[in-house]
């Protein structure tokens, strides 16, 4: 397999059992989630390139049912890049200060 970026054929397949114990930021789970492009249930299961970093698969992925869930518990617009919730919609993220709702992003400032 060659990698999808720098096609390099140092690709590391990698699986790890997790019993259970998963953990994200994105929200309360004790499972992979299968949306998530990296394995499912009790097994994370990616692909990496050895040479560039590029984890293997195609992206980007339409929200997950995390973020979906997230997204209507907090009945508000989500931050794409720190996840806060704000249900005063604008066109920068009060938490980091990012540009969203389709403006470049310029960073804190």
């Known amino acids: 397999m060659a990698c999808q970026r720098c096609e390099s054929e140092r690709v590391a397949k990698i699986t790890a059992k997790c019993s ?3 953990a ?5 789970t004790n499972y992979v989630p299968q949306d998530m492009g990296i394995g499912g249930g009790d097994y994370v299961e990616f692909s990496y390139c050895l ?4 984890i293997q698969g195609k992206w980007p992925l339409p929200l997950t049912e995390l973020e979906q869930s997230k997204k209507e518990q907090t009945d508000c617009f ?7 919730g704000d249900d005063t919609p604008t066109n920068r993220c ?3 200060g990012k540009w969203i709702c389709g403006q470049r ?5």
């Open 94 to 96: 009060v938490s980091c």
């Open 105 to 109: 992003e310029l960073g804190r400032g």
């Open 20 to 22: 259970d114990c998963f």
């Open 78 to 84: 989500v931050c794409p890049y720190c996840g806060f």
């Open 24 to 28: 994200t930021d994105l929200g309360d």
């Open 51 to 54: 040479d560039c970093g590029q």
